[in-house]
């Protein structure tokens, strides 16, 4: 067979990005193919739980050689508390060096042990993230805040159900984080913040950065008067570059929530 030019190779793989039974085919034509279809295979990697996290250790031990540094979006949950997680996923992460969005779910203090998860692991671990997206995270804020000023190249911020859990050295829900504060950070693309009540110390501490907020999308749900006056705070803050605003607002009948409004109070939807 004659030799192809690597050019029409890549290009012809390309093409198969969303087919992953014919990119895994593509593997076992040549090594020379191994790379380009690896690229697409391994663009967006799920860690649900421990079993998948030792299974990726167990099947590329090297991180260094993994196919980790293909990744480009990045998916943690963990709902259970599990012995020695965090040192394991600190370990794994050497690879995940180009990961720009990331997302995080169930995360922090499990009522059956007590155990408290740290977020030292994840601070920093690709240079390159530009999306952040924590949901369910119950942990001290300081800890999340200097996970998010661990990015430097940060635009995307979604906040979804998070509680803040004061430590034992009485850190309350608005402590500074531990990092220093940049004196300015991106913040230019969209900022989502959601119903429960400690995401309100999010949105705070976002306004006292010292460089600013330069959202151009607001996604904002408030639940009283007081996430109400924080909403328009924000607005106020992005209001030079602001170019959509949706916000709406939670209601709670009888004990249960409700994640629609109201017919009689429908949200709000700007788009300009």
Request: with cysteine; glycine share 8%; aromatic share 8%.
């Amino acid at each position: 067979m004659p030799n192809l030019p690597g050019e029409i190779l890549d290009y012809t793989v390309d093409l198969l990005h969303d087919d992953q039974t014919a990119l895994k085919n593509c593997c076992l034509v040549s090594k020379s193919w191994i790379p380009r279809s690896r690229k697409h295979i391994f663009a967006h990697v799920r860690l649900d739980g421990k079993k998948r996290l030792q299974s990726w250790k167990k099947m590329f031990r090297d991180p260094s050689t993994s196919p980790a540094n293909y990744t480009k979006t990045l998916y943690i949950r963990f709902f259970k508390a599990v012995t020695g997680v965090d040192v394991e996923l600190g370990r794994c992460l050497h690879g995940f060096s180009r990961v720009v969005r990331l997302t995080i779910v169930g995360w922090g203090l499990t009522r059956s042990s007590g155990k408290q998860y740290t977020l030292a692991p994840l601070c920093g671990f690709s240079p390159v993230l530009k999306s952040l997206s924590v949901k369910s995270v119950a942990l001290p804020f300081s800890r999340l805040f200097d996970l998010i000023l661990s990015f430097p190249l940060l635009e995307d911020l979604t906040a979804i159900g998070c509680h803040n859990v004061p430590t034992d050295e009485g850190n309350g829900p608005d402590r500074l984080p531990t990092a220093a504060q940049p004196s300015s950070i991106p913040m230019t693309g969209s900022l989502r913040l959601s119903k429960e009540e400690g995401t309100r110390s999010i949105g705070r501490w976002l306004l006292s950065l010292p460089g600013g907020i330069h959202f151009q999308r607001l996604a904002l749900t408030w639940n009283g008067e007081d996430d109400q006056s924080l909403a328009m705070a924000l607005v106020k803050e992005c209001s030079h570059t602001l170019q959509s605003l949706k916000v709406a607002r939670h209601f709670h009948f009888d004990g249960a929530s409700i994640g629609y409004p109201c017919p009689h109070q429908r949200p709000i939807f700007i788009t300009s």
